[in-house]
Each structure stands twice: as structure tokens, then as C-alpha cells.
């Protein structure tokens, strides 16, 4: 069974950083592109960022790109989201996800195989 377990969320002030993790287990996790999607309030789940599974490129959204940086861990079946300059509308929870297949992965598509539960971030003005 493929679970997916997301930590490092908090509540921080605007221009903070935080760093989420998202710890993979029963799967064979190299063979995995992994993404992040963020939900607030309201509003849509949305793709974040990802990182394709053959070659570690990564994706962003135009929302994140230059102040989000997505990495695979080399040890570990983690993948982190570095956030830094973070601002008040980042406020969400957030996801990880595994792709089927590295193309979704590129169009942070919401069509993934698995989801983690989340993990809240809060980023007050």
C-alpha cells in the first residue's frame, strides 16, 4: 500500500520560510514522479510543484516559480518543498501526490494516483 506522509507545516509571518516533507513508503519510489498541491478555503486544489521521476526536473506554477524550490531527498524516499518569501495568499493545506507518469507531472495535473492528508500552512501579514 502507497502512503504518503506530509510534515514542516506552520504558521510563520510573511517573508518566512518553511521546508514541507513528504516521506514515501510501498512503492518503488525512484520510478515515481512526486507533486505538491495546495488547497485554501474556498478555493480549488491546485498544483504546485513536481518532480519528475526519470531525471529530477522540476515544475512550478507561475504562483511559486523563483520563491519554491522542489527536491528529491538522496538517501530517502522524501521529497521537500523548500518555500521561502512566503506570503499570505500561500495560505493552505498542503498535498503530496504521486504522478502516473512524468507528462501530468509537467502540466501539475490533479490527476494523480495517491494523495498524502496534508499538512497545514498558515502565513500571517
Known amino acids: 500500500e502507497v502512503q504518503l506522509v506530509e510534515s514542516g507545516g506552520g504558521l510563520v509571518q510573511t517573508g518566512e520560510s518553511l521546508r514541507l516533507s513528504c516521506a514515501a513508503s510501498?512503492?518503488?519510489?525512484?520510478?515515481?514522479?512526486i507533486g505538491w498541491f495546495r488547497q485554501a478555503p474556498g478555493k480549488e486544489r491546485e498544483g504546485v510543484s513536481c518532480i519528475s521521476s526519470s531525471d529530477g526536473i522540476p515544475y512550478y506554477a507561475d504562483s511559486v516559480k523563483g520563491r519554491f524550490t522542489i527536491s528529491r531527498g538522496n538517501t530517502t524516499n522524501t521529497v521537500y518543498l523548500q518555500m521561502n518569501t512566503l506570503k499570505p495568499e500561500d495560505t493552505a493545506v498542503y498535498y503530496c501526490a504521486t504522478h502516473i507518469g512524468d507528462y501530468l507531472c509537467s502540466k501539475l495535473s490533479n490527476d494523480v494516483g495517491s494523495w498524502g492528508q496534508g499538512t497545514q500552512v498558515t502565513v500571517s501579514s
Open positions: 510501498g512503492l518503488n519510489f525512484d520510478n515515481y514522479a
